[in-house]
Structures are given as C-alpha cells and as structure tokens.
DNA sequence: TTTATTAGTAAAATAGGTTTACTATTACAG
DNA sequence: CTGTAATAGTAAACCTATTTTACTAATAAA
C-alpha cells in the first residue's frame, strides 16, 4: 500500500491516467500496423477536417507555433498522412489536406480512441463515468480557456 | 459551445486538468516568492525525505535517469534549495538532502497543493471529489505501474 | 583477488518546442 | 491606386528536458 492512490496528489492521479490513455492510443497504433506516428505528430492530425484548414489556423487549434506545425506537417506529409498546397485564393497562404492515408489514419484513431472510451466506462459504470467527465470539465472551466 | 467537454476526448479534459493544476501551483509560488523553480526541479524535490535518499534512488522515485536526475540536483543545490554530499557508507554514493530553504519550500509547495485540492473539493463537493480520485485510480490500476 | 556490479559523471544526441528575424503577399487608408 | 500595415509562412538559432553512449571509481561477490 505504498502506492495508495488516496495518498496521491490529484495532480499526479490526472497525469497518470493521461499518460496511460496516451499509451494505450500508441500502442493499439503499433498494432494496427501504424509505427510511424508520434503523438504530437497526432495532436496536429486531429485538428484537420476533410475540407482542409490553412496552416496558420491548424497550428492555432493545436496549440503550437506556425513554424512548430509548419515542421511537423512537413514530416507528416513526407510520410504520407497530408497534402500540403497552396491556397487558392491568398498566395502566401497553405492549405493542409488529409490524404488517404491520413484519412484512413484519422479513422483509425478516432475508433481507438472511442474504444479506449467505452473500455473506461465499463469499467467505471456509465454513471461514474459521466461524473468523471464532469468532474473534470468542471475543474477545467476555472482555469483560464484554450483552443 | 463549440468546446462542450462532451464533445472532448477523455484524455483531453485530464490533461488539461492537469496543466490546470500545474499552472495553479506554479503561479502560487510565484506570488510567494519562489520564481527559479522549474515544474521538472518540483518533480524531483518532492520525493525526498528528511533523511535524505541516494541521487540513483531519487532518480528511480521521480522516474529520470541518474543523469537527469543529477543535473537537476546540482541545479537546485546552486539555487540553495539541496545538499549534495559523499554518502559515508558508500564512497560511490551522493546523498541528497533539503537546506533549511529547500524544506521551506517544501512544505510550501504541500500547502498550496493542499489548498488547491481543497478548492477543488469546495467545487465539486465532497462526493463528487472523492469520486473523481477513485475513478482516475481505477484506470490507474488497469495500466503498469510505475514509481 | 580478480571480476562483476553499482553510483555517479560527461558529452553528444534527441524531442519538441519557442524566439527572432526575415520574405512574400494581401488588405486597407487616404 | 499607392504606400503602409498586417498576415502567412520560412529559416535559423536557441531552449528545456531528457536519453544514450561511454566512461571512472568504489564496492560486492565468486
């Protein structure tokens, strides 16, 4: 009992359930054949939508800097997950597609992620579950908002 | 409600319940006077004890290398917060200990993670507090353990 | 008493960003 | 319609936190 998660600072309960979904994600990644995908490569391909979004938009969404998106849509797109091109109707700016495979992948994420999802309700109960997220939206809406 | 937490992923709302949490403290020492502490140096401050532990047992507990363990150490004996001396059982060995300074602000940093949790159960309510720790312990449980 | 293990260090490399400074294009004010 | 300001993106340097590789020194074990 030297681990009692009741001694545990809050905090340290939240980063480690984080991690743990951040883990299980990567790994079922891993098994789906899908090696090549880092997760911050993932939190810009989760922003996207079919239409495709500029640049700098994308890297607003995901919290980062034009240049810290700029890269990792290059290498993104160096792997085969995006198209990158320039809009049509302003000459400075990019346009950031899926391509198939992105598409594929997103997909691919998405059910894992719902999965992981119905897993945590299983085992919590649909009502503990639900509190869960509200509990934590709730301590969310204090802090100072984002994205 | 375009960010309706129903809507987010679970890992999300942890993580920036997290980040929530970590910004709260930091801020608070901050207007307490302690401004050269980083959140990686409070990672590994707080898992020393009055006796004081060996540099390669602090790394194992805050879950760095000796090395990132070590560099740390050195930085925040400089900042005046830690003693690093010979361990005299074993001459290889470095104990670690607080300064008077670093068990000031020790028992800072417990109070004001103190004082944030108790908001946190003044929000929530008490049930709903207790709720939100089983629950993230549950899921805990279900991945590997660690430190 | 040699050999293996362990504690710690140093230097280079990596990951994942930011800041500063720049170019090219578009928007806008007069 | 023109010059100035704002915006999209890029490049390079830097920063933080950390790991990997390679090493020394001290202890433990065969």
Redesign the pocket.
């Known amino acids: 009992m030297k681990n009692d998660p009741d001694k545990q600072p809050i905090a340290r309960l939240m980063i480690l359930a984080f991690r743990g979904f951040e883990q299980d994600l990567l790994s079922q990644l891993k098994e789906h054949g899908t090696c090549d995908i880092?997760?911050?490569d993932f939190?810009v391909l989760r922003h996207l939508d079919r239409e495709g979004l500029?640049?700098?938009t994308l890297a607003r969404h995901a919290g980062?800097?034009?240049?810290?998106a700029?890269?990792?849509a290059k290498e993104l797109e160096r792997k085969g997950y995006l198209r990158v091109e320039m809009?049509k109707e302003?000459?400075?700016?990019?346009?950031v597609t899926y391509t198939k495979k992105g598409q594929k992948l997103i997909e691919k994420c998405i059910s894992i992620v719902r999965a992981i999802e119905q897993h945590y309700e299983t085992l919590l109960g649909k009502d503990k579950y639900q509190d869960l997220r509200a509990s934590l939206a709730t301590l969310l809406n204090m802090a100072p908002e984002k994205s």
Chains 1, 2 share one sequence.
């Open positions: 880092t997760l911050s939190n500029q640049l700098t980062l800097s034009k240049q810290a700029g890269k990792i809009d302003d000459g400075r700016a990019k346009s």
